[in-house]
């Protein structure tokens, strides 16, 4: 079982900026980050199968960054110029397939690991 710890969560206003985090217990080959706004399914965002194979959403794409650190098996999603749209609670997820190469990289269905989420909330 992969353990998956969020953080970096907040408030801004719009055009601001957050970093996230994701501490996870062992090495995966695939994460993520997806976000759920209320009333909402829950989204990809962004995924990473190593430092060169990432993958946005066309949402965020210019806007976030995602990036890891296999020394410290984190996962980070630099945020950039925030919009009120972009408000959701955002869950990291991993998974020991290659989920990352497939049409499922940003379905949650194709995810096993599975934060508790953090928070960001972008106000006008």
């Known amino acids: 079982q992969v353990q998956l710890v969020e953080s970096g969560g907040g408030s801004v206003q719009a055009g601001g900026s957050l970093r996230l985090s994701c501490a996870a217990s062992e090495s995966t080959v695939c994460m993520g980050w997806f976000r759920q706004a209320p009333g909402k399914e829950r989204e990809g965002v962004a995924v990473?199968?190593?430092?060169?194979?990432?993958y946005y959403v066309d949402s965020v794409k210019g806007r976030f960054t995602i990036s890891r650190d296999n020394a410290k098996n984190t996962l980070y999603l630099t945020m950039n110029n925030l919009k009120p749209e972009d408000t959701a609670m955002y869950y990291c997820a991993a998974d020991r397939r290659l989920v990352c190469y497939s049409p499922l990289r940003f379905q949650e269905r194709g995810y096993n690991y599975w934060g508790q989420g953090t928070q960001v909330t972008v106000s006008s």
């Open positions: 990473s199968a190593s430092a060169v194979d990432t």
